[in-house]
Every structure is written in structure tokens, then in C-alpha cells.
């Protein structure tokens, strides 16, 4: 529950499975996530700025924030790069590693924009592979030219102090519906972005690479003439079929 | 009330006017149904995944399925084909007849993925006009790029079977605030889309090309300058211009 | 608190400043106005219907209309050219001067299109800067290829009167959580439209720029691999830094 | 469209109804509405603090105020009893004349009280009826407990200067989905409050007392076993039956 | 799918477990459903409009009645009692027989009541043991009074016929997130109703009471100084303890 | 950032001004700290299951526990007393001390109970003041029986489990739009609920009684017919006439 465990281990079993990951869409995923009894791993409406394009997928370690309601008035005047340096969301990104997620809880709150052009920009200089706001972001048209992947519920023109304050990272927190815990993996295409931990992130590389192949033959077979009731899913026969004329096995 | 009843008659009806009603903007044809009494035939921002382009319209007959919220704990295992061509959805699907537009209520419920890349690619190949979703569709990327126009409410990753179960098909169904009866005609374009009963759509067909005709008309004087209080609506002198001009009669 | 009032001084205020305002995007000139204790000036969710791409920024004086629920029965029949004009939206937008933003309050109902392609078309031939519908636009395709920048929170085919009903113009008026005033100063981009007083669009043109090019300068640190301690916001170091590099002073 | 116009003859039409039109609930008040093509008379959801009882009703002449978003900071320092007595909202209470119903338009907004125990008491004071916000209120313990019906959305300990600003008074506003104009007729029980001009108020104490009486009866008949069928609507039998028992014609 | 079917077998399953049914609360009985897999059984916010207290509950048959969105003009004039007979809402009513539970999906619209005073009253002469609407409900002042328990999610003093038709009833529905077969058994308290098929009210009418007694049992340990992870649940040793004191048993 | 820290001063300095706290309304106490620039204190609509009573007030120190959404299979069995102990809800609960307020921020979720009868009855069995849950409760209709107030977001029949799971107690949490953190001095009657750390609770305490002493004598200047713009808020004249009837100075 204290910050991120990440050991050598879990990066050489990460760097194991990520590109069978970008193989796999979210919509696979969460299907296969859902099957194990993982309700809740898809982020609500946390959608990116600009389409990432059909079979573009990004697979990182979450790396997370929390944002609260400020509460008193807004300090005055210039905090010292010390005390910047110090603030959750600067000491997060400053510690960015390459193809690390960043990943803000700001309680969906939409009247203020978490991150803009610079922090944006920052985060990309670390090497983050894709930043997701559960909340508003601002600077939004320059960010969707800036070439980070940016996920958001909405913009906002105003900084995040407007209404809220950071409060801790590399915590436990809430994605829109799913709790996301730092070391998480992240997965996220066009259609958004789901959270897993890294256990479940090898069940869905090893498993969802042969069920997408099997879905793109089914779907052939579709385009093809074929009808739901026999392919999808296929048959006894049809597997068979499949079988036959891709070599592959499938579920056994 | 009992599920389609589409004679001869109706199709011989249909035909005659399904060009003509091509050439009315859902815009057109909402505000004439609305003049006749009608202020629900509009389904509340299920809009297209991917635009059609100014001036494309889908015009098509409507076939309903009504999906409701799942109440037990989801089948284990794989249902056999008998089971899966009598599951309404799959029975819709594949009685489907070219130019059909598929509609599904689905609660607007925005957890759940109705169609994915799969159904959608066999809807297209039955020769559907278009599908129209009251909730979630999955695979959203690929389905942008299929080529089948797909309205919906959102998109979610997840299978209907995480929250939803069909029901019925061809029965009267809600469709984000419309009444649609198997057998209405809908009209869509990239402002949405608008169900009604035949006998409308022939109204419409017949008044809305000369009202559009018209409009173009009003819309090319206030290009060039022409005020509202003259051109919109047209005084009587306008309306004996447009006459003059075009050699049309108007709302004689 | 009656009407438009604006003076010659005022015109000539305004002149002065709109080339430098155009430099400052709505995210800077929001946050320079909420530093001044001025929390509500940007319109929520009213976004463009069509992208008016990076760097693009709309200024003008608003110019104000507003809607309340229509009560009783839709008037039968066509109203004389008198009557249309004397209609509040009628005589707002035939007294439209080159480069008012036409702004309307709609009470963000969902369910009417308060300008169509019509009355866009207008808008536009009168020289306006955009229009911003807190509320609905029908004819949305047309509208996206019109060339009149439209701000809206959704659209809706049916026109205003199936809902709705002018009430006066030029008054203040409530647009998605911002209190406009007629004469109020505009200023919009693909983040949205805020407003301001002439004299904070004056502040804002005056400090805006500058801050603007002192944040360009920092991002592009950033990007060079500059770190957010030292450069967001900038240390002593480094201002004196962007001062050497740049010539400019900032915020003495 | 300008302040409140009320003759001496409209307050004795008024007076010559007033007694009528309590004895009219507004479901069946609003119900005649809709009837003749009124839809929009019921302010959605603004609800008594604390119930009336069956049977209670308030009837009275509206007088109308309007809140906009507060847009920069707060006046710091006591205004001038003079500066007060010009605020729209206070200006509106000291003019308020017995049976008044104080209406206040504050968009809805749950983030700040509009009245609280000090102007509620002011308000009851100058003898109105009741006072209606579309907002929020607070206080709420002590309105609870004053004997001045006050309905609203919700509670916020707040005051109004936390967010909102009043702007006039004596002019149009929305109630809640409902146009109100000063000097219509409130009617209001225990499930909320409709507005309607004076003309329709009188239609209203006319044709409602005998509609309320007959449907007392149907009731009763319902009681006893009738059946929905025959009583309601009753046929014509039953209307007879209606007439020889109570001596009353009805819709003749 | 057709209807209601219901044996003399379900008869007497059901009148066996009526009385069991109503010592378990809604509270106890929806965590037994959702252990056996049975998420959504609980109709989200349909409240009783007057409270039932502490203890009471209501048990009895669902009978569903399902409305859509009114499409065209509503009909003038007075239908004949025939065609008042054969409306889907009226059939039902008149085929209520003692302790059907009147269930309206109504889609949870609140902008017109689905039920007031004469049809509720007569709704209770047919002996029903409550009406729940996912909607609205009209004469709600009314209703409260009338020893009828009505179970709703809002209020509005329209009738239906302003926005909604009634089109089919005994058919599947939906309540609230809740899908509901006429024939369901239906259990409510003030905590608000859920459904389920008769094998399940079984279920929790044989395992519910038992439940219930070690809960209450439980709830005296802590009101008299247990700690939590003493008692809830119960350790062996504390359980042996309830055995021993009350000479239940419990879960073998 | 880690947890309760409270001290033997702060305990001293709480004690000291909780008298005083008690006399001093929601609403009151709202304004005071917003005056400081204290904007979000109030938790949104998390209010009394049951009305406390006019005056009622609740003092307390705020003990803060967070869940988040539930994101594998429900564990299945019973867990061991001791595995229960160290669940963060319980261990809060067994921990709190006489005049605690148990504070949950549940994420808002209206689809899980967090305390039902029994943990409620633990908690006021703990000698807790309140517990405000910023979610759900269960077993509402005992609750508001128990004598424990309890303030929360709405019912729902389940149990935590069926979505949500603890993650962490005494760290900061959301309380409705609330920044809470362990240690806050909580203020709660009919109004709802507020949170403050204690040196404000401590401003609060001072200059609240005063101000509360002044309002009421303003009120009953207003019940006998003062004005506003005399007396809310008082000219200097009528300060002067309150510090001579009462002999209190006020605001020196």
C-alpha cells in the first residue's frame, strides 16, 4: 500500500510481455479481464485528444497522482524550485521513467485542466509513453499536436489550482471507475485505456494474442459470407476449419 | 403489436419514396413531423461513429431488438449454434434484408458494448443501411473503418454480456427518447438519425424536396445579402421571386 | 444595465488592443483573469463544431440574445416581416457589426437547434466573428462548412420553437456559467470562448503577449530537457537567462 | 417586456379568482394547461422545504428576480444601506406587496443559499405568499420552522455572493423549464408550483372547481368498486349518473 | 417471453414462502441474490412516497406495464370506454388480482405522472399491494394519504399522455437498472424494492429468516460491546456461542 | 501526509472550543470560512438520514477512510478475525475514539452500502459523534432508528462489496467536493456537513457565537418590521442600537 514496488523482476517479466500486449486491443482485453472476474479495468470516457489510429496501441507501468478539492485560498507569489520540486505531481513527473503512464486522479473534476503545454511537454522529454487525466487537461490544441498521447474526460482552460491541489503519488487511486495502483500495466488504444496489475497483464499477452488471430480469421470468414451462428463463436467445426487452414490450435 | 408485418404493399410504398426522402436533411424532416404534431422522432445524440459527409443520408426500414439489465450470473461455457441463432440479437442479425437499418435499445446503458467488429462486419454483409445503438458499441476503431455507418451513444470495450441480455426483436423499443416500431422508416445523416411510420415518410418525401429546394434558394439570397425579415421565411413577394425564378410553385 | 452601450472611446479601446489579443490563447488569458479574482469566464463545453486549428483566435464584442421556455401553443400561421423583425433574435442579428460575436442563451436546453444553416448564413453575411449558442445548432453538417466559426453545447435538428422562444437582446445573460455582458470582449479558440470587460481585455492584451513568448521559451527549455523545478515557473537563474537570450524583460 | 405592469383591473380580476383557484391542485391546474397547448407551467423539482399538507394551496402574483454567475472577486467592505437598498434582490423584497410570491431565477445552481433565515423572515414580513428559488437555499433548519413556505432545488449553507450575483428584477426568467413572468399567477401545494398568466389563471378557476368535484366523485366510485372504464373518463351513463346525484352539469 | 404465466403450482410455491419472505429485508435479501450472482435485483431510487416504518414489508407478484415516448399529436376528444378497456395500463389494473404488485416502466421520465389519485384508489380497490413506477407519479399529496404504498422516482402533476403511451404490459421490462418478468416476486420496505424469479424468493424465504435472526443476534453483541472482528461475522467461537444461547443453527 | 497526528495540544485547544462550536450554524460557520477564502468546506448534499432538530449540532474530529472501486472477483469464504482486524474500515472503526467522526469517502457510489445496522451500531457503540459516508448506506430504515446520525449521499441494499473495497484509513480523502483530512474539526446539523483543520475551527469558535447572537437579534428587528437595508447587514446606527440593548460590542 506504500508507494511503488517495482523490483527487477517485475521488469524483466514486464519487458517479457509488452509486445505481445500491443498485439491485444483493450477491447479484447477487458473481454479476457472479464472472463477472470475483473469487472472494473476500463477507464470511463477517458478518451485521447487525437485518435492514436486504427491498431495503435500503448502498453506502459502506471505511474499515479492524486488530486484533492483546494481548500484554503491560493498561495501567493513564486514557491522556490525546492518547494516545486517537492510537489506531488512535480516530484511524480520529474521521476518519470521511459514508458511510464501518468496517471492523475483529479476526481473527474472538469472546471480545472490538470496538465498543459509544459507539463506535457515534460512528460514527453521523460520518455512517458501516454498521460491520463481523470479530469480536464488545458492547452488542448497544442497538446494534440505535441505528439504524447493524452487521455482526458474533458479540457478546461484554467490551471488545476483554480480548484484543486495535489495531495500524494504512487498510491492507490481511482481512474473513473477503476482503482489503478502504481506498477499497474496500462494498456490503450482508441478506445481508451484499462488497468491490470502485471499477473494479469501476462494472462492477457499470452492468451490474447491467439484469440485476436482467431477473431481476424472469424471475422474474414464473416466478411466472407459466413453467419454468427456458425462462426462466432465457431463451431466445433468451424475451430476445426480453423485449425486446418491456419495451423494454429486455439484453447487447448 | 406483435413483431413486423411488412406487406407487399409496404415495399412497393417504400420504394417509391426512399429516393426522394435521400433528399431531405434530418433537420427538414424533424421540423415537419414536428409541424404535424410529431416532437419525438429524433433519438437523442446517438450520433455517427464516423461522419458520413455533408449531404450523405441513410434512409432504411427499422428493425428492433431490446436488450434489458442481466440479472444472474453470466452462462458458463459455450452455447451451441441452436442456441446462439434463437438468442434474439443473432436472429435479428440474420434475418436482416438489404437496406434494414439495425436498431438496438439498450438502456443507453454506457457499460456494456453491444456490437463489436464482428457483428458489425456480418450486419454489413446482410446488406444492412445502417445499425443504430441506444448505448455502447466495442471495437469502435475498427468499426469506424468498416464502412458500415454505426450510431451510437458511446463506446465501452466490454461485451453486452457484462451488464445486458436481449430480450425480444422486432417489439416496439425507446430509442434514446423515440418510440420506434419495427417497420418505421428512418432517415439519418450527421445530425442523427429520425424514425417514423411509413405514412409520414411519404409526407415527407413529397413536402420535404421542394421545402429544401426552397431553403437553398432563401439561403443563396442571404449569401448575397438578402435580410431575414425578406427572405426567412420568404414574404409573399420573396416566394413570387423564388417562383419566378426557379419556375417552381411553392405550398400551392 | 440596459442594452448595448458603447462608445466611440470604447471602439477605439478596442481596436487598439484586438491584434495583440489574438496572441494570448484562451488558456493564458483565462488564468491571467483568474489571478485578478475573476473565476467564471470561460463557457462550459461550448466548444467549435468544427476545429479552427492551432494558433487560431477569435476576437470580438458580444453581442447578447436570450431564450426561455416557450409557454403556450406555437403560433399558427406566418408572421408579417414587421413582426419578424421585431423578434428579439431577428433584430440582434440584423444589427450585427463586422466582427460581434452573436452569443445566445439558450439555457443549454438539448432539445432545439437555435440557429440554423439560414440563419448562419446571415450571421455571416453581416460580418460577424462567431456565433456561440449556449444551447443547440441544427443544420450542424452545413454549419461545419459554412466558415462562420460556431461555438455549441450539442445539436438537435428541430428548430427553436419547438422549445423555446426569444425573450429580449443585448441584456446580460447567463452562457454555460459565465455572466456576459453586451460589450463584453470575446475571446475564443479550439478550447472554447471567454469573457471579459474591456478593461481586463485590455490587461490581458497588455500582459498576455509577453507572457505568452516567455512560455513558448520555457517549453521550448522543456523540450531541450529542461526541468520543471528549474524553468515552470522559471527560477531567478533562469529568467534572468530568458532575459539575456531573448531581450525581453518580464514582469518588472 | 419591461418591470411588472399591473393595473387596477387586473388586481380586481385577480381578486375576483383567487379563492377559485385554491381549490384547484396544480396536477389538475396543469393538466388543463396542457390541455389547451401550455406544456411547460411546472417548475421542475423546486419543492417545499416543508410540506403543506393535503389540501393546502397558495396562490398569488409573481414577482421575478434574476442571479448570474458572480464574475470577479467579491466586494471586500460593507456596502451603504443605500448601495443595498439598490440591489435588485433587496429592492424586489421591500416592494413586495401581501400575497406576493418572491421568484427568484439563480439558474439552478446548488452552490450557494439565495434566501437565508434573515431575508426568509423579511420576506414573510412583507406578507408573501411564498418564496420560490430556483437554487438553493439556506438556513434551512430555521426556514423549516418560520411559517413561510419556501420552495427550492436544494440547500447550500453558502450565501448567494459565493457564486452568483443578482442582476434585475421584475423581468423575465426561468424557472426551472417554466417561463416566468411578473405578475403571473403562482399556484402551489405539496407537489410543486405552476405559473400562468392571469387570462389562464381565470380559465383555470372556471373550468377547474367543477373538474375537481367530478373527479372527488369518480374517486368515491372508484373507492366503492367502480371500474376505470366506467368512471374514468365516465361515459355518458355515468356522467348522468354524475349529474342526477350531485345536481351539477359538467361540461356543458 | 409471452405474458403471464402463472400455474396453481406457483400459486401454492408462492403463498408457502409469502409470510418468510416478509421477515427478511431488502437489504438482507439483495446480499443473498448477489452471492448467488445476482448483481441487479435492487430498482435504483424508486422510493416509497410515504414511509412504510421500520419493519414493514411488502411482498407480492409482479404485473409490468411498459410505456415508450408519445410520438404524434396526442388524441382529442373522449375514447370510448371499449378502447379504455383494451389500454395496455387499464387491462392491467383491471386484471389485478389481491397482492399483484403494479410495476410501470415508464423510463425512469420525470416530466409526467404515470399514476394519481383515481387510478391509484382504484389501483388499491383491485387489492394490489402496491404500485411501483420507474417514473413519475401525479397527486402525490393524494397518494401519500391513500394507504396505498407507492413505490417512484419523482413527481410531476402531468398525466402521462404529455410525453408517454402506454404499449404493452405482463411483458419483460425494466425497472431502474432492474429487469423484471411479470410473475417476479417483488419485496419492499422502506429501503426501496427488488425482484427476482420465484426458485430465488424460495431461496431467500428458506435461508433469509435464519439470517436475519443471527444478524439481529449479532447487533445485540456490538450494541452490548462485541468488537467487529468478534462478531461480524461471527468467529466458530462466536457462532458456537449464538448456537448455544438461541439452540439455533446455523449454516450446516 | 502520514495518517492521524493529534497531539495532547491539539486535544487541549479541541476541548477548548467545542462548546463554543455547538453554537454556531452550518451556514454560519460556511460564510465565516469563506470569508478567509475557505471556498470548499461543505460536503455536497451528504445529509441526515434523519432531521437532527432545529439547533442540533454535531462537533467532532474527523477519522477519514477510503475506498475505491472493487477490481477482481469477490473473495469467496470467510475471512479469518484476524484478516478482518487489519481491513482499513475496521480497523478505523475498532479505533475510534468518544466524538470521532467516521468519514468515508466511497467515491460518491450509489450502488453499495458501506455501513449497514451492525457496523453502525459498532460505531455508535465506539461513542462516535456521526458518520458521514460520501456514498451509500444499507439498512437505512434501522439506521435512522439507531441514534447514530449518520449523513450520506443515498441507500442502496448491498454491501460495500458488491463494487467498492477499502484501500486506506486516516489519509487524505474527497468528501463530496471536500478535501478532508484526518484531525479536521467537523461541524454538522440539519445543513449538512463541514470540515475544518482546528486553527480555523478555532476562528470559527470565536467569532461565531458573536455573530450568531447578532443575527438572531437582527432577525426579530426583521420579524417586527425592520428593513434590510436597515439592518441586514446593520448601518452603523444599528450596530450602535445593538450594542446598547444588548450591551455585546460586536466586530471591534
Redesign the interface.
Known amino acids: 500500500?506504500t508507494g511503488l514496488t517495482w523490483t527487477d523482476d517485475d521488469q524483466q517479466r514486464y519487458l517479457a510481455i509488452r509486445d505481445d500486449l500491443t498485439q491485444v486491443?483493450?477491447?479484447s482485453?477487458?473481454?479476457l479481464l472479464?472472463a477472470?472476474?475483473?469487472?472494473?479495468?476500463?477507464m470511463?470516457?477517458l478518451l485521447p485528444i487525437r485518435?492514436l489510429g486504427?491498431?495503435t496501441r500503448i502498453v506502459g507501468r502506471a505511474r499515479t497522482c492524486r488530486y484533492?478539492?483546494?481548500?484554503?485560498?491560493?498561495p501567493v507569489g513564486?514557491r522556490s524550485?525546492?518547494a516545486?520540486?517537492a510537489s506531488p505531481e512535480?516530484a511524480l513527473?520529474?521521476s518519470l521513467e521511459p514508458g511510464d503512464i501518468f496517471c492523475v486522479d483529479a476526481?473527474g473534476v472538469?472546471?480545472a485542466?490538470i496538465i498543459?503545454?509544459?507539463?506535457s511537454?515534460?512528460i514527453?522529454?521523460r520518455g512517458a509513453g501516454a498521460a491520463i487525466i481523470h479530469g480536464a487537461v488545458?492547452?488542448?490544441?497544442?497538446i494534440?499536436?505535441l505528439g504524447l498521447s493524452v487521455f482526458c474526460a474533458?479540457?478546461?482552460?484554467?490551471?488545476s489550482g483554480?480548484?484543486l491541489?495535489p495531495?500524494?503519488f504512487d498510491?492507490?487511486?481511482?481512474m473513473a471507475?477503476?482503482?489503478v495502483l502504481p506498477g499497474d500495466i496500462i494498456l490503450a488504444?482508441?478506445?481508451?485505456a484499462?488497468a491490470m496489475p502485471l499477473h494479469l497483464a501476462e494472462h492477457v499477452a499470452r492468451v490474447g494474442p491467439p484469440k485476436e488471430r482467431l477473431?481476424i480469421w472469424?471475422?474474414d470468414k464473416?466478411?466472407a459470407?459466413g453467419?454468427?451462428?456458425?462462426?462466432?463463436?465457431p463451431?466445433a467445426d468451424k475451430l476445426a476449419e480453423y485449425e486446418r487452414e491456419t495451423g494454429e490450435r486455439y484453447g487447448h
Do not use: F
Request: glycine letters at 8%.
Open positions: 500500500m486491443s483493450t477491447a482485453a477487458c473481454q472479464i477472470d472476474g475483473w469487472r472494473n479495468t476500463w470511463n470516457r485518435p486504427l491498431g484533492l478539492m483546494q481548500r484554503g485560498p491560493q513564486q524550485p525546492d516545486r520540486r512535480i513527473i520529474e476526481l472538469p472546471t485542466g498543459g503545454d509544459i507539463l511537454a515534460r514527453k522529454a488545458r492547452d488542448s490544441p497544442y494534440a499536436e474533458s479540457v478546461h482552460p484554467a490551471h483554480r480548484d491541489v495531495v500524494d498510491r492507490p487511486i481511482d471507475g477503476v482503482q488504444d482508441d478506445e481508451g484499462i477473431e472469424i471475422r464473416i466478411v459470407g453467419t454468427v451462428p456458425d462462426y462466432y463463436p463451431s
